[in-house]
């Protein structure tokens, strides 16, 4: 019957395609890439299995973070609250999974006097993307249908999308989000919206696998995106052959030529995420760009990492 009931939503949400570039940033700040990382986890695991995926944003004069949680059977996103975006007080459930394995690894963003999240749901294996609505950062609404499903046969996302991404340029919605194709290669694509309801995606992925050797020969993910230095920045989360994960970033003018940049290479520098750095949400704010991720000490392509959620900061050129 999950397999029937995903069947059904994909059948009803077919996205657009077109060609399509994001507007260049008139104001981007000028940052320095390099990392600067704090030591101690900001939200750590607890009782789950792992906490991941933090997506931040700034709300009615505070910051609202939608989490990952992992409790052993599914993954659901829980909220969390913070005056200065370090010290994070526990909010309860957003999403539950209910009876599919995720409700959860979304991208929110303030659009209009709601907030948006855009999140994976279906089946291990086989997910999608939809979307949930609040007015309050509390209280969600799921809309009924996805937002986005697989492409058409032999299409680079056949097989799965996830790890949604949200943001707001030229009045428009973009959502950065990783395909799967039936080979199982990962790759980042992009789509658009005026209002949130209506998604067109672009032609083709915006960047592919690294080369063999590269921290990202095995699979990339989890793109954040944001201004900087005149262009578009995206950090992303590569994986090598041994499942070990870091962040690199790539640079554009338009948001759909990319160029991947060599260095440098995020990596954990403690033992809780000496194995993996991953699911980066970024904000630009007084001059620096301020970022969330995820962390683990146990390299595994999916779940169980003791997983944990860490900050970082690129500062402002002098």
Known sequence: MKYLALSALLLSSCARYDDFSLPRPQAAPALKLEWQLRAEPVITRGDSIDVLNPSVVRWRNSYLNLYSVFDGKGWHTDIAASEDGLNWRRQGRALDS??????????????????????????????????????DGRNWTRQQTPILSTGPRMSWDEISLGDPYLIAAGGDLYLFYLGEDRARRQRLGIAKSHDGVVWTKLRGPILELGAAGDFDENGLGEPAVFEANGGWVMLY???????KRAMGYAISTDGRNWVRQRAPVLRGDQPWNSAVVCDATVLVESGKARIWFGGGNLPKPDERLNGQIGYAELVGQN
């Open 98 to 135: 209910g009876q599919d394995y995720i409700a959860a690894n979304g991208g929110v963003i303030a659009f209009g006097q709601e907030l948006l999240y855009a999140y994976q749901m279906g089946q291990k294996g086989k997910t999608i993307i939809g979307l949930a609505r609040s007015t």
């Open 237 to 243: 989360t590569g994986r090598d052959r041994k499942e």
